[in-house]
């Protein structure tokens, strides 16, 4: 499950859904759904400014993929998958600090 402070839920049925930072963290994630024929979804995810960023996402139906970056990191296309829960784990190097994301496809 997806338990606060450690994961954040994104829940709803709007196209964009925003969670965080967590107390004490500064991780935040943006999702924006593609409308119409677009099966994808975007994420942007935003820690401080400089810091290495390493995100992991992995869906309940086997599908994974991984970014990195500095301060901000931009998924492109994440593919969506009906009735698929996925779960990102964003990781600052430079902190240590961890922040997990939770969404149903």
Do not use: M
């Not at 969506?80 to 990102?88: V, W, Y």
């Amino acid at each position: 499950g997806c338990e606060a402070p450690g994961c954040l839920e994104l829940s709803g049925s709007g196209a964009t859904k925003s969670a965080g930072p967590a107390p004490g963290g500064g991780i935040s994630l943006t999702l924006i759904k593609g409308v119409g024929a677009d099966r994808c979804a975007y994420l942007n995810v935003n820690g401080d400014v400089g810091h290495k960023l390493v995100l992991a996402l992995e869906g309940s139906d086997g599908y994974a993929r991984d970014w990195s970056g500095y301060g901000q990191v931009y998924s492109g296309c994440v593919e969506r998958r009906d009735g698929a829960t996925d779960r990102l784990l964003a990781t600052d190097q430079v902190t240590g600090d961890q922040q997990a994301f939770q969404w149903t496809s």
